[in-house]
């Protein structure tokens, strides 16, 4: 006699290869069983009409990650995880920062104790690497592989994080050794600085001069020497929040030259455009990220990208800064020069749901495509998969629940997240999750969050698909 836990029945199930009717059955917290007719659960869960997803990876957001003078990011564990679970997503990939100075393992044990009893759904942290000693090198970096954590991000730009090219050969040496992945910022520093400072001198200062000071052969020249780097180690790397058509150029020539150089991209390059910089006053401080958003011509190459495999993963980049706040967009309360605005923008909540709407909904990705890019790929590309990133006998019953005809105008004041703004507001998307559930608990349901707080644990990751050593 079966005896599920739940079961998920006459819901269309799709994972980045198959679409298929069938039921789940989940017990332990695991998929047990596909197939039709299945036995009722002690929870049975009627799906007719609806689509059943695997559950997003968000692999790349910032959780009340430490941030320097006196800025600080509005969503902790609690809050940013329960505002990804209303959007669909059951894993999130934030990153423990070392700051200069300070020990790698220091900055990761730091990471745990911001984590601890928070979360809502599991989650995996990655590292970003801002001091690469030799101790970083030698010991602590190869501990915390072994360890479980297989990914780091190394920052061409930025005061605080840059390396230099010496710097980034020595961490890629490290990634080869121990087969895992470096996610690279690309934006050439220097560049930004020397636009940064013609521009105030011209008294440009207003956010919508942040993409003057970034325009796209910084990120082009940037995209160029990584993957530069990344041949003359031998070992793959991906280049995360690829903008538009320039760093696009550049990939492509690297896999036409059969290298491994893989991309991500996010939401607010195929939504918002450098326009979106220039909003009424000082509104446009809220659309400041890096790289900036580009322009509608830009936002098809990344549409073409997403869907003739150029980009591997479709992350948030949720970067959670409060508008009207003194540690977020006013630094000290005011109106700054757009070089002090912190860079980020919120796209945790909405994520899977623009992707949906604008991607599958308008037929420019199908819907094992948007399966790969937000869940599965992700998944493999840090050492998650097949427990995360699928729907498979076996793996974790991590399950969205879809929708696909319910239509939602984005409001802020219905997200989760303790930002107070979405650059999103507005806009209009059709298709939204209705049930989240974490290891077979429902975690979101009906518009309402509902897991508790500390039931998401920790996972080590595995070695990255991608990064994984070849066998001689
Ligand atoms: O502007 C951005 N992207 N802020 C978040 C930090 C980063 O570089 O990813
Ligand atoms: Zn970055
Ligand atoms: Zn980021």
Redesign the pocket.
């Known amino acids: 006699m079966d005896d599920f836990d739940v079961v998920i029945r006459n819901g269309t199930i799709a994972t980045a290869s198959d679409t298929m009717q069938c039921d789940v059955g989940i017990k332990d917290g695991k998929v047990v069983a596909l197939a039709r007719n299945l036995a009722r659960g002690r929870t049975d869960i009627d799906a007719a009409g609806k689509l059943v997803l695997p559950g997003g990876v968000d692999g790349?957001c910032?959780l009340d990650q430490p941030m320097p003078d006196g800025l600080e990011m509005a969503d902790d564990f609690l809050s940013g995880s329960i505002s990804a679970a209303c959007g669909g997503t059951t894993t999130v990939i934030p990153f423990a920062a070392q700051a200069k100075g300070q020990s790698l393992r220091a900055a990761v044990e730091d990471y745990h104790r911001r984590a601890e009893g928070k979360a809502v759904i599991d989650y995996a942290f990655h590292m970003i690497i801002s001091d690469p000693t030799e101790t970083v090198l030698r010991e602590e970096l190869p501990r915390l592989i072994r360890e479980g954590y297989t990914s780091f991000?190394i920052?061409m730009t930025?005061d605080d994080m840059k390396l230099n090219d010496r710097q980034i050969l020595d961490l890629l040496a490290v990634a080869r050794r121990e087969g895992a992945m470096a996610m690279i910022?690309a934006e050439n520093s220097d560049c930004i600085a020397w636009l940064t400072e013609q521009l105030e001198a011209a008294g440009l200062t207003a956010p919508k001069y942040h993409a003057a000071s970034r325009p796209m052969l910084v990120e082009r020249e940037a995209t160029h020497r990584a993957i530069a780097l990344s041949e003359l180690v031998d070992v793959p790397i991906l280049i995360?929040?690829v903008s538009g058509k320039e760093a696009i150029e550049q990939i492509r020539w690297a896999r036409g030259h059969g290298l491994r150089i893989y991309a991500e991209t996010c939401p607010q390059y195929v939504m918002l455009t450098e326009q979106d910089l220039d909003m009424d006053g000082y509104h446009g401080a809220k659309c400041?990220?890096?790289?900036p958003p580009r322009d509608k011509e830009n936002q098809q190459y990344i549409w073409d990208g997403l869907a003739d495999g150029l980009f591997t993963v479709f992350s948030s980049?949720h970067?959670p800064f409060r508008y009207a706040d003194a540690k977020g967009k006013m630094p000290e309360g005011k109106e700054v020069p757009f070089r002090y605005i912190p860079?980020?923008?919120p796209g945790l909540e909405t994520r899977l749901p623009l992707l949906f709407s604008e991607g599958v909904g308008r037929g420019r990705i199908d819907l094992n495509r948007f399966v790969a890019l937000t869940a599965t790929e992700p998944a493999k590309m840090y050492g998650l998969y097949p427990r995360k990133g699928t729907i498979a006998i076996g793996g974790d019953a991590d399950i969205a629940i879809w929708d696909p005809l319910k239509e939602v105008v984005i409001a802020n004041e219905a997200l989760h997240h303790n930002v107070d703004y979405t650059p999103y507001e507005g806009i209009k998307v059709i298709g939204w999750p209705t049930m989240t559930l974490s290891r077979g608990e429902i975690v979101y349901q009906e518009n309402r969050p509902c897991g508790t707080a500390g039931r998401g644990k920790f996972l080590k990751c595995g070695l990255p698909d991608p990064a994984r050593p070849k066998k001689r």
């Open positions: 790349h910032h991000k920052y930025y910022h995360v929040h400041v990220c890096s790289p980049d970067a860079n980020g923008i």
